[in-house]
């Protein structure tokens, strides 16, 4: 059975760091786009990160995090991680970790369950 597990959030002052992980089981990961979204209460959810499928590494990142955040994906051990640095009170959310493929009809796509990142004084 797909499924994808967040952990790392939580509580940070900004300017702090904090990682967060994702791991997949069953048959989804290497072949998938992983992806990192958030939001916030009242909002739609925000494309945040996006790492290609497969071993190129090409990223992309919304431009309010680019340059702070970094994302990376282990395909050896399934695992997706969004390195956050110079947190900001705006990066406050829960961020949910998403795996796409385009290569069925309809696209497939798996979600965690999301991790709450506050950045607070």
């Known amino acids: 059975q797909e499924k994808l597990v967040e952990s790392g959030g939580g509580l940070v002052q900004p300017g702090g760091s904090l990682r967060l992980s994702c791991a997949a089981s069953?048959?989804?990961?290497?072949?998938?786009?992983m992806r990192w979204y958030r939001q916030t209460p009242g909002k739609q959810r925000e494309l945040v990160a996006t790492?290609?499928?497969?071993?190129?590494?090409?990223?992309d990142y919304i431009d309010s995090v680019r340059g702070r955040f970094t994302i990376s994906r282990d395909n050896a051990k399934d695992t997706v991680d969004l390195q956050m640095n110079n947190l900001e009170p705006a990066d406050t959310a829960v961020y949910y970790c998403?795996?796409?493929?385009?290569?069925?009809?309809?696209?497939?796509?798996?979600w965690g369950q999301g991790t709450q990142v506050t950045v607070s004084s």
């Open positions: 998403n795996a796409h493929n385009d290569y069925y009809s309809p696209p497939h796509d798996f």
């Open positions: 069953g048959r989804i990961f290497s072949p998938y786009i």
């Open positions: 790492i290609a499928a497969g071993s190129s590494g090409t990223t």
